[in-house]
């Protein structure tokens, strides 16, 4: 009997931790990361874009925090996917180029969130290679014509003895366009055309388009939302909700401007208490974030930096300078940009060359009418920019002043100081990351027109590859205190 009741008692203890340790698991916040394709920082409602029809990403900032200098690393779909996921720099993570998988070795922030006891999931557009099988349980590659139709159907089969980690990925906005009846159509003589773009009826058209597919994401965005309070976990789970890159037009996606480069990031969660901030961050501070949520310790490889502190509000801000990068992207390119404050600067490696992207030729509605318009003398100076050739080797821009960037002062005097400082901080990020310019770097694919070009194409050397830069971790300059200069 005294054997039996010992036994009896060593049983019920362990047994108890066991529902303890389950119980906790479960009340372990669940992270729902909600990635669009292709739309741009100011193309949603509470970013002040009257147009467009975004009311469920606009409720959940009511409710949430506004990020208003969220930075993705560069502007092209599966490198900034790569530099999410791992928390690294385009050539660090070894997939700096458009298309280019993300290697086995990489480190992927779902994957410790999986072996820490989450249920890890992805549904919609991946793009980052088949090496994300091992991130995530279950892949599904979404349904519908923006992929987003599965997400509420993943969401209610999930195990419900785990704490969650979900990773929607929505192929809106990116062209072709599609339509349905799950978002409004939009009157293209209603809008209001950005300035690099030419105002004329295809790029009104263009827009009504790309419009509808905004709104379409908005729709499924609230589909999420509501499936997570009808399950009763909405306050324990903290969504965050953002963009690739910039939207598919001339002079904003695959370009360093803030058309291109800077996210719409929404983010609601436990304890998150509504406010708009201006703290500049970057895409690769998402994965220590979303560990520290967890409570996981933060891998050595990762190049970002937590901004927790600032969700439960002990900080304001958490890093000085963001860095993002312009590699290959159906056109050669290597630009390399530093933003401190309002101010921006940008180096081109290559200002000999036309600085053009897929959606700047002339295969889509808004880039013929663009094109068109150069051949007749019927743009302005704001509209000529992806006409440039040579182009500036140095372009410097303060946003007070000049949000959409059209105006180059790096060479008036009054800002040398300026000048001279961010050249150094961009100077030391290149140098600590291991960045190189390749010698024999991808060549042009497709011509002006949007077509191959004749002969055979193939990848060449990418930047940091003579460095081994995918092997090094250290994230360059964070805070002033990284720089060993001054900027007076």
């Not at 921006?344 to 509605?365: C, D, H, T, W």
Request: charged residues 25%.
């Amino acid at each position: 009997m005294k054997y039996r009741s010992v036994f009896l008692s060593v049983l019920t203890v362990f047994f108890s931790q066991l529902l303890f340790a389950q119980t906790a698991g479960i009340n372990r916040p669940n992270v729902v990361l909600i990635i669009a394709d292709d739309i741009g920082w100011g193309d949603i409602g509470c970013y002040g874009n009257k147009d467009v029809k975004t009311p469920n990403i606009d409720a959940l900032s009511s409710s949430g925090l506004v990020f208003n200098n969220m930075y993705v690393t560069t502007s092209s779909c599966s490198p900034s996917r790569c530099s999410i996921i791992s928390g690294r720099y385009p050539h660090n993570t070894g997939a700096p180029e458009l298309h280019d998988p993300l290697p086995p070795q990489q480190f992927m922030f779902p994957e410790k969130l999986r072996s820490a006891g989450y249920y890890t999931a992805l549904s919609g557009k991946n793009h980052m290679g088949p090496v994300v099988k091992k991130a995530f349980e279950m892949i599904s590659p979404g349904k519908g014509p923006g992929a987003e139709e599965d997400w509420v159907t993943v969401l209610r089969d999930r195990p419900k003895d785990k704490p969650f980690f979900l990773w929607f990925a929505s192929n809106d906005a990116h062209r072709d366009w599609q339509f349905n009846d799950k978002a409004p159509r939009y009157d293209p003589e209603k809008l209001v055309v950005p300035p690099m773009l030419y105002d004329g009826m295809k790029t009104r058209k263009d827009l009504a388009s790309y419009y509808h597919e905004i709104s379409r994401f908005d729709y499924y965005v609230g589909n999420v939302i509501a499936e997570l309070k009808r399950q009763g976990i909405y306050e324990n789970t903290y969504i965050m909700v953002m963009s690739d890159n910039g939207s598919p037009f001339p002079r904003n996606k695959a370009r360093l401007y803030d058309s291109g480069i800077k996210t719409p990031f929404v983010l609601a969660g436990p304890g998150v208490k509504a406010a708009r901030i201006q703290s500049l961050l970057s895409a690769v501070d998402i994965a220590p974030t979303v560990l520290d949520i967890a409570g996981v310790s933060k891998d050595q490889r990762i190049q970002g930096k937590s901004f927790f502190a600032i969700l439960n509000g002990k900080e304001r801000s958490t890093r000085d300078f963001v860095f993002a990068e312009h590699n290959w992207h159906v056109f050669q390119s290597y630009e390399r940009m530093v933003r401190y404050g309002d101010w921006v600067y940008i180096r081109n490696g290559f200002p000999e060359r036309q600085n053009l992207s897929g959606e700047s030729a002339k295969n889509f509605p808004a880039g013929t009418e663009l094109w068109n318009a150069y051949e007749e003398g019927l743009l302005n100076d704001r509209q000529k920019d992806v006409f440039l050739k040579p182009r500036p080797a140095e372009e410097l821009y303060n946003l007070s002043a000049d949000p959409f960037q059209f105006t180059n002062v790096a060479a008036a005097d009054r800002n040398k100081k300026i000048l001279l400082y961010l050249r150094k901080v961009l100077d030391t990020w290149i140098e600590e990351t291991g960045d190189s310019k390749p010698k024999n770097p991808t060549p042009d694919r497709d011509n002006a027109e949007g077509k191959p070009l004749p002969g055979e194409w193939k990848k060449g050397e990418k930047p940091g590859e003579i460095n081994k830069s995918s092997s090094i971790n250290l994230p360059g300059p964070i805070i002033e205190k990284d720089i060993k200069i001054t900027k007076n």
